[in-house]
């Protein structure tokens, strides 16, 4: 199924809107599935995980981590990750970057905003991003580079609501862009958008979607 899946969730993502299939939790047949499917994008939010996978996978794949990240989990996959959604503290990203540069490398991450309305999700606020941007710190930082921002809406099924916290990530987004990145051209990212809720990111301004259970199905986390 996972290719069927793979093929209908394509035909809805315009060019220009990267889709990251996020794996999580299914077994690595299914990815190779994917991946069978010209698929090369996959995204976790399991260090671990992501690194058990790595290892067994073809290596042209794209890994972006999207979950929360633990300081002490970085060393997992700071040799390969192609992006790192999911930066939600000054902390983190000064732990990236430490570790990045262990490995010689230059990651690529995401600030990822609080945008729901429940209090569970992890993410910065504005004066959070605006401290760290300010800093002498992050000025010094060599092995990250801020490519734009990810958040999650709120779980619900009032899409009126959906779409007011997509408009205030992309504001989120603009206000950043012309504040500090108006000459970067790497600048450019807004991560929203997941099964339920991508087509309304899309049309928001979402470039990357992180897809999951449309393509691989329902997620287990009892086994
Ligand atoms: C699990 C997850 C997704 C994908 O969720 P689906 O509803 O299965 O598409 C997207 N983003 C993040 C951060 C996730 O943890």
Redesign the pocket.
């Known amino acids: 199924m996972v290719k069927e899946n793979l093929e209908t969730v394509r035909k809805t993502i315009p060019s220009g809107v990267l889709l990251v299939a ?1 794996s ?1 939790t299914k077994p690595v047949e299914d990815i190779q599935e994917a991946y069978d499917a010209g698929q090369r994008v996959f ?1 976790e ?1 399991h260090a671990l995980e992501m690194r058990d996978k790595h290892e067994v996978l073809p290596k042209d794949i794209d890994w972006h981590f ?2 929360h990240l633990q300081t002490n989990k970085i060393k997992y996959i700071i040799s390969f990750a192609r992006m790192i ?2 930066i939600d503290t000054f902390n983190l990203l000064q732990a990236v970057n430490k570790e990045a540069a262990k490995h010689d490398r230059v990651v690529d991450c995401l600030l990822q905003f609080h945008i729901a309305e429940e209090e569970t999700k992890f993410g910065l606020d504005i004066d959070e991003a605006n401290e760290i941007l300010q800093s002498d710190m992050y000025k010094s930082m060599k092995n990250v580079r801020i490519c734009g921002v990810m958040g ?1 809406a709120t779980n619900t099924d009032d899409m009126n609501q959906v779409r007011k916290e997509f408009k205030h990530l992309k504001e989120i987004f603009t206000t950043l862009k012309s504040k500090y990145f108006a000459d970067c051209e790497w600048f450019k990212e807004i991560s929203m958008g ?3 809720d991508y087509p309304i990111a899309i049309e928001e301004g979402s470039t990357m979607v ?5 393509i691989f199905g329902e ?1 287990n986390y009892n086994i």
């Open positions: 996020v999580k995204g939010n999207i979950g959604h999911s999650m997941m099964s339920h992180r897809v999951g259970s449309k997620r």
